[in-house]
């Protein structure tokens, strides 16, 4: 059984690579999406599950979300994570399990803690009922052997706000009132039952209709590749592969870091605690999880993707706009329909390499130069970036920083605390810049490589960066023709 993040990945493009080449050919109906699943899962002995009727189902349900549809077992539902229920079923129900360290002691403690009758006694050990079971952890707690271990399951462990459950059959159900669609339950399932929903259909359909479709790179693009395929690189083969044109997302960084700066400023006088609001998933956490601190103390300055998306649009208008990153959340982001004129779509690193092996197309060195960001904008893509960035505008301002407190949240566990301590009044800092993801963006679910790989390669290119200013860089902009708040109106 293929369970290694490698193999599921291999999988999961693979399907993504064949509906691409469909769509790109206009022969992607119901058809031939049933002969692709004969293809890869041919038969007649299966390769990943228990039976090849099995993978084909699991199969149909990949291609169903490759399309940007719901899975058939959750129609109606507006999260870009699903489940795939027929993938979901190989990991343990039993979330306390005995071990066979387990003495069968005359003393039985696990018994005489257990409020709920679930631990009896079997043949050579102690047997643990699941349906009885509350998990409340008490005999494992009471066992003098430590014979008793918590199986959390990845999925679980991995979902910062408690999202993630199990119905009576042991499938994975996901809470999307407190589902912040950060994605990181997709790449910690080891059986890839956990998806988002892609839409690179829609935007093939979208440069075969001839519209203008933009590609926007997220920041954290520089070092993915390796550090020979620059932003140039990049542009070029996003041009060849049908693209209108590419920009990097590192200047709405620094549209972001303007317009947030002078809130920042505001507030310090106002003696007003903030928090930023470029992290989607953070974003997602303040609505759904501390909707007070979500209305009283977050910048209404929007993120990068969607500066660069309103700048494009006032532009060139009826131009489409992809936003290319790491992150699973953006999805989400461009579906809140509170923020107007967001990017249109958005795809990860692994679907943008889908979509180029559809068309034969790679990323190659090259000679050119290309940079619209300043090197501050770029920084977005990592931990204390966004802070960084908004400090510098206030300094070229000719404000004092000196003084201020901020607290760099990366990881969901640090954003919790933050926001209970904001919420509590006991937060002793100023400003709160919240990633959820380890790292920020640069650890993203979906980066193309290990962490350590692209900040080696980033530093590499980050280093030709010019060391231009944000303020003076926005001066070639049209900052006067669209709006950087997120409910759209003018300043």
């Not at 049933?34 to 990949?62: F, N």
């Not at 929007?302 to 706009?321: D, E, F, N, Q």
């Not at 795809?347 to 990323?363: P, Q």
């Amino acid at each position: 059984m293929v369970t290694s993040d490698h193999g599921i990945k291999s999988l999961k493009h693979g399907v993504l690579e064949e509906i691409c080449k469909l769509a790109w050919d206009g022969e992607l109906t119901a058809e031939n999406k049933e002969k692709v699943i004969y293809e890869i899962i041919p038969g007649p002995k299966p390769e990943y599950r228990c039976c090849v009727y099995k993978e084909r189902e699991i199969l149909r349900q990949r291609i169903r979300l490759a399309c940007g549809d719901n899975p058939i077992n959750n129609p109606d539902s507006k999260n870009v994570v699903q489940v795939i229920a027929a993938a979901c079923d190989d990991c343990p129900i039993s979330a306390y399990s005995v071990t066979d360290n387990c003495r069968f002691c005359l003393g039985k403690a696990c018994i005489s803690s257990c409020k709920f009758g679930a631990i009896t006694p079997g043949d050579s050990k102690m047997h643990i009922d699941p349906s009885k079971c509350k998990e409340c952890g008490l005999c494992a707690k009471q066992c003098p052997f430590q014979a008793i271990v918590h199986l959390q399951r990845p999925c679980k462990k991995s979902c910062p706000v408690g999202a993630i459950s199990y119905d009576e059959y042991g499938f994975c159900v996901i809470d999307e009132e407190k589902c912040v669609q950060c994605g990181h339950c997709i790449h910690n399932c080891p059986f890839g039952a956990i998806q988002s929903k892609t839409y690179l259909v829609h935007i093939i359909n979208a440069i075969k209709e001839g519209k203008e479709v933009i590609a926007m790179c997220a920041p954290a693009t520089e070092g993915q590749f390796g550090e020979d395929i620059t932003m140039a690189s990049i542009k070029n083969s996003l041009k060849e592969l049908g693209f209108a044109d590419m920009v990097e997302v590192g200047l709405g960084g620094d549209m972001t870091a303007a317009y947030e700066s002078e809130e920042w400023s505001e507030a310090l006088k106002e003696g007003k605690k903030m928090t930023t609001s470029c992290c989607p998933a953070f974003i997602n956490m303040l609505r759904q999880h501390y909707p007070e601190v979500f209305e009283n103390n977050m910048s209404s300055t929007v993120s990068p993707m969607c500066a660069i998306s309103r700048y494009l649009k006032a532009t060139r208008p009826g131009c489409v706009t992809v936003f290319i990153g790491p992150c699973i959340a953006k999805k989400s982001e461009v579906l809140d329909e509170s923020v107007p004129d967001n990017a249109d779509y958005v795809i990860t690193y692994g679907e943008l390499r889908a979509l180029m092996r559809s068309k034969d197309v790679e990323f190659k060195p090259v000679e050119d130069e290309y940079q619209e960001s300043s090197i501050w904008g770029k920084s977005f893509a990592s931990s204390g970036g966004v802070a960084a960035a908004v400090l510098e505008c206030m300094q070229e301002r000719g404000e004092d920083t000196e003084n201020i407190k901020l607290l760099k949240c990366a990881g969901g566990s640090e954003c919790k605390k933050a926001l209970m301590l904001l919420k509590a009044g006991k937060l002793p800092e100023d400003f709160i810049e919240g990633m959820v993801c380890p790292g920020g963006c640069v650890g993203g679910p979906s980066r193309h490589r290990t962490e350590t790989e692209i900040l080696k390669a980033r530093k590499t290119l980050l280093d030709k960066a010019d060391g231009r200013g944000v303020l003076e860089n926005l001066k070639n902009y049209p900052m006067d023709k669209f709006s950087m708040y997120r409910d759209g109106h003018m300043s």
